[in-house]
């Protein structure tokens, strides 16, 4: 079974990205941040490990926000509505549909090497708006 990168969302959500502002939910620790000069320096095995497990977290908050919108949630949380959280998680669903984990490590791997000089920024960052700001929201 090959996981599909549109299970990649809601680390996204996460990185307050598209100047949506913060995380809707804080952490109480500071989780370090990944960047290129980590990303190209760790093996194939830490990359995608790296990204199972931001698709693990975006595919359960998918999950989450689909049981609210279908009314099996609490009833409180279904009369606040569409949330931006919610469209941000559809939206990052809808981009990573057509790629596989493996694509989408291949194409980060790819922007570093082209971008030497870029090794600064996030691979969130690289990841949202160099790899699926390209793909159309469905």
Same mark, same amino acid.
């Given at each position: 079974?090959?996981? $599909?990168?549109?299970?990649?969302?809601?680390?996204?959500?996460?990185?307050?990205?598209?100047?949506?502002?913060?995380?809707?939910?804080?952490?109480?620790?500071?989780?370090?941040?990944?960047?290129?000069?980590?990303?190209?320096?760790?093996?194939?095995?830490?990359?995608?490990?790296?990204?199972?497990?931001?698709?693990?977290?975006?595919?359960?908050?998918?999950?989450?926000?689909?049981?609210?919108?279908?009314?099996?949630?609490?009833?409180?949380?279904?009369?606040?509505?569409?949330?931006?959280?919610?469209?941000?998680?559809?939206?990052?669903?809808? $981009?990573? $549909?057509?790629?596989?984990?493996?694509?989408?490590?291949?194409?980060?791997?790819?922007?570093?090497?082209?971008?030497?000089?870029?090794?600064?920024?996030?691979?969130?960052?690289?990841?949202?708006?160099?790899?699926?700001?390209?793909?159309?929201?469905?």
């Amino acid at each position: 079974m090959r996981i $599909r990168a549109a299970m990649l969302l809601s680390l996204l959500l996460g990185a307050g990205l598209a100047g949506l502002g913060p995380a809707p939910l804080a952490i109480a620790v500071d989780a370090p941040t990944v960047t290129g000069e980590a990303w190209t320096k760790s093996p194939p095995g830490e990359r995608m490990a790296f990204l199972a497990g931001m698709a693990v977290v975006v595919s359960r908050q998918y999950r989450y926000l689909q049981r609210q919108a279908s009314g099996t949630s609490t009833p409180a949380a279904a009369a606040i509505g569409p949330s931006r959280e919610g469209t941000m998680v559809k939206d990052i669903v809808d $981009r990573t $549909r057509p790629f596989t984990l493996m694509q989408i490590m291949q194409d980060v791997d790819k922007y570093y090497a082209d971008h030497p000089d870029q090794l600064q920024r996030q691979v969130v960052d690289v990841i949202w708006k160099d790899i699926l700001s390209n793909q159309p929201s469905r």
